[in-house]
């Protein structure tokens, strides 16, 4: 049997999950653990890159980042779940690595450029976060990964750990390997009012969310906003609404409401109404597990404990080799 590629990825704790975490990179890291040995660590030092001000909430974001993970299928059994700040040879690699990144290199860093002007409340003119891409590239090549799943907003990314990687095998030999994008499909999802779905836009369903109130933020989503009242057509292509219904509404449903929609047969009341309830449907096992999970929390914690060491066990080895690559 050929040896499982590895990959790996992770979040940052900046708050609870929500179902745009979920179709954008959850739902794909489920199903990628039975074909990939994988790593998925809570990358709480990078949630310091913009939230270095208010340091608070970040360990109760932690376990609720590992409560969401469990809840949603990640297995602990299947894959490495691990806390990025357990594991101190991050640090000492990433260390290592800004000896050796051109700083023009982070300058030309696309998110860089981007969150600056997005975020332009917070002050970002620290260190931390220019060089957080060095610290993203330690995270993914300590594992030695072969891969990792993104988006297409992430691959300039992995193009420059791939380049770090490369700066640091010619200066002190191969020790890494160069890893790739794995670009994972993700579905359609915005937040109730259209924007993209974040915890800051106030417009988000979120995993730990009770039937009350998805049901709730539901009946406020904005649906197709030239349909002023029952007796006009709708247009299910521009309706939100209609995109959750695709993900949680079955074949049948969906083609049962587009049709009634542009015919102006069923109103949007009775539409946000029928979705709601296979999105929560749809959310149940979550739910459920979730509920487990918190029921047991000392479970939760061996999990942490047990994902840290086998990560451990990988970074130390890693570092052995980098040290003795470097001579020092």
């Known amino acids: 049997m050929s040896k499982k590629k590895r990959i790996l990825s992770g979040m940052r704790p900046t708050g609870p999950l929500h179902l745009g975490n979920l179709q954008g990179a959850l739902a794909n890291w489920v199903t990628m653990q039975d074909d990939y040995e994988c790593f998925f660590f809570i990358a709480d030092w990078h949630a310091l890159t913009t939230d270095y001000e208010n340091t608070d909430s970040v360990s109760d974001y ?6 969401d993970w469990l809840s949603a299928g990640l297995s602990p059994e299947k894959s490495t779940l691990f806390v990025q700040s357990h594991i101190k040879e991050h ?12 700083v023009p290199w982070l300058e030309r860093n696309p998110t860089y450029k981007d969150q600056i002007v997005q975020l332009n409340n917070k002050d970002l003119s620290t260190f931390g976060f220019l060089g957080y891409p060095v610290l993203q590239a330690a995270d993914i090549i300590m594992y030695k990964a ?13 193009e420059l750990t791939r380049e770090i990687a490369r700066r640091f095998n010619h200066f002190y030999g191969k020790v890494f390997p160069e890893p790739d ?4 499909k993700t579905s359609k999802i915005l937040g109730l009012d259209r924007r993209k779905m974040s915890k800051s836009y106030n417009n988000a369903i979120f995993l730990s969310d009770t039937v009350e109130d998805i049901a709730a933020k539901v009946s406020q989503m904005i649906t197709d906003p030239q349909r002023a009242r029952k007796s006009d057509p709708g247009n299910p292509d521009v309706c939100n609404v209609f995109d959750f219904h695709n993900l949680y509404s079955s074949p049948e449903t969906v083609a049962e409401i587009n049709e009634q929609c542009r ?11 029928i979705m709601g309830q296979h999105l929560i449907s749809a959310l149940e096992p979550v739910r459920e597990k979730r509920k487990y999970y918190e029921d047991n929390p000392k479970l939760v914690a061996d999990i942490i404990v047990t994902g840290g060491s086998k990560a451990r066990s ?3 080895q890693t570092m052995e080799e980098v040290r003795s690559a470097m001579k020092i």
């Open 62 to 67: 932690v376990k609720n980042v590992m409560l």
């Open 91 to 102: 640090a000492e690699l990433f260390l290592l690595l800004s000896m050796i990144t051109p």
């Open 146 to 158: 072969d891969g990792v799943p993104v988006g297409m907003d992430q691959i300039p990314h992995v």
């Open 181 to 184: 994008a794995i670009l994972t």
């Open 263 to 273: 015919a102006a047969q069923i109103g949007c009341v009775e539409c946000k109404k």
């Open 314 to 316: 990988v970074a130390q």
